[in-house]
């Protein structure tokens, strides 16, 4: 099978997209297609592999969509697979009058994000790709039920999972750095955008009510946002009285060396598809105090109770818990990592995202057998 998997961008490592080309060793013709410049640290990833990348530019999207056809083309792709909603938009103009086209797959790395934020015509548009592709790929169980309330039939409905090379080992010198930096008698540690979803604004009221409640701890927030988010960010921290309790240190490079140096990872988010951080450091066996929403569940859901989306007191009485049991929480982390390092391994993420790609190919076929 001939693989022609569109990414939006090279820029910076993706353990989903490495784990694909893992995968591929052997098994496929892989070749991958990208917009903008293709002059980031995964296009340096990719070069070290042989593997070939077609860079499609910037600029209008039906010129965009002529380049993604020609790069297919010289691929001999039997299947394009396309990343996220701006890749996933792309290919599905692509496929508009294009006779003869491979088989073509979207896998979906949002949940309910447009629909939060009220974007219409973003969910406009992740119904046309639905109805354009002839595979929609799900990473977790919530994001397949988003699929389905926004028209996508069950048979054209398949699920990958998400997962990271964990035998890549920590600079254990930038832990003890991190650790280093500590303030107060606990650390915790949240990873991710400051955008509406992740729900910050409740992370931080839990926060004030675990210090009000006498528990010596700090929260370092590592995640990049809007100037207007992070003002806001900073306004309810100074409101709540955490100013010498919460950090926001933007973008952290050795972001998992951070969540090692913490007693626990805390998660708040409204929505999830699946959420990488969670995962992370879950299997580096960090304690985890998340919500349940969307994707949360399958990763965490069998291990432990989550906490509801938006409660700011029950987010506060969990992290209570946690960091009151030390001894108690780190054995129930050794034994969940167990768990999470063998269903997000790198080796069965990217064999399940080519198994989609099979999967598109088998149902390409069949559709046209059909007609």
């Known amino acids: 099978v001939r693989v022609l998997q569109v990414i939006p961008g090279t820029e910076g490592r993706n353990e989903i997209l490495e784990s694909i080309v893992k995968s591929a060793t052997g098994e496929v013709d892989l070749e991958f297609a990208t917009l903008g410049d293709g002059d980031g640290e995964f296009a340096v990833f990719l070069r070290e592999h042989g593997i070939p990348l077609h ?41 508009v009058g294009w006779s003869g086209r491979p088989a073509t797959a979207v896998a979906r790395h949002h949940n309910l994000f ?41 048979e054209r409905l398949a699920f990958a999972t998400n997962g990271r090379d964990w035998d890549r080992q920590l600079d254990m010198d930038a832990v003890d750095a991190h650790r280093a930096t500590r303030r107060a008698a606990h650390r915790l540690v949240a990873v991710g955008n400051l955008k509406l979803e992740k729900d910050y604004p409740t992370m931080l009221r839990a926060m004030a009510r675990l210090v009000e409640s006498g528990v010596d701890a700090e929260l370092v927030i590592a995640g990049t946002g809007s100037p207007e988010a992070c003002r806001d960010l900073d306004s309810l921290v100074a409101e709540l009285g955490l100013d010498d309790r919460v950090k926001l240190a ?4 050795d972001v998992l060396e951070l969540m090692q140096s913490a007693d626990a990872l805390v998660h ?71 768990d999470i390092r063998d269903r997000y391994s790198s080796a069965r993420c990217g064999s399940s995202y080519l198994r989609t790609c099979r999967l598109a190919v088998a149902k390409r076929h069949g559709q046209r057998h059909a007609g």
């Open 250 to 253: 933007d973008w952290v490079p």
């Open 55 to 95: 860079v499609l530019g910037s600029g209008l999207s039906l010129r965009l969509a002529v380049r993604l056809r020609a790069a297919a083309r010289l691929s001999g792709a039997d299947v394009v697979q396309a990343h996220g909603h701006v890749a996933g938009r792309l290919l599905a103009l692509a496929t």
């Open 268 to 338: 708040a988010s409204l929505d999830e598809a699946s959420p990488q951080a969670v995962y992370e450091a879950a299997g580096l066996q960090v304690p985890v105090v998340a919500t349940w929403a969307g994707g949360i569940r399958d990763i965490l859901g069998r291990h432990q109770e989550l906490v509801v989306p938006g409660d700011d007191l029950e987010l506060a009485s969990q992290l209570a818990d946690v960091l009151g049991d030390p001894d108690g929480s780190a054995r129930r982390a050794e034994r969940i990592a167990v």
């Open 114 to 154: 447009h629909h939060i934020v009220r974007k219409r015509i973003n969910v406009l548009v992740d119904r046309l790709i639905i109805r354009r592709v002839d595979l929609m790929v799900a990473s977790s169980t919530s994001v397949g039920d988003t699929l389905i309330s926004e028209g996508c039939a069950m």
